[in-house]
């Protein structure tokens, strides 16, 4: 049978009313991140194929991934790596039932995004 009030039910939010929460922003980073690390899996993976391929295509190769896009992409990826990594924890933490409250879970975002930056500079300097 029809829904004849179907025009009068009210609609569910959508991404132009709803408020995000760091939560969200943290869960749907925590999917962009694991994502992005393909990106420099697969440079890697080129690089190290390249090598054992011979000295002129390696030194294609090596040119990329040494360049400034290269610098960047190898930057970015740590960090995703790290991020990825304490987002994990933090849901490992979750999946005990600890620090559900919503203050505890967003001190537990902050920490995961703040980690991650301290831990990829931290990487960054004792690695140069």
Not at 23 to 29: D, F, G, P, V, W
Not at 89 to 118: C, F
């Amino acid at each position: 049978m029809a829904d004849v009030n179907r025009g009068n039910r009210p609609l569910s939010p959508h991404l132009q009313v709803y408020r995000p929460q760091l939560t969200s922003i943290s869960s749907i980073l925590t999917r962009i991140t694991g994502n992005a690390m393909i990106v420099a899996a697969l440079m890697i993976v080129w690089w190290l194929l390249a090598a054992s391929t011979g000295p002129e295509y390696f030194a294609v190769a090596d040119g990329f991934v040494t360049s400034w896009f290269g610098d960047i992409v190898m930057f970015l990826s740590l960090w995703a790596l790290w991020y990825h990594t304490l987002a994990g924890v933090r849901h490992l933490i979750w999946d005990n039932a600890k620090m559900l409250e919503i203050d505890r879970a967003e001190m537990l975002g902050w920490i995961a995004i703040i980690g991650s930056a301290v831990l990829t500079v931290f990487t960054v300097v004792v690695l140069w």
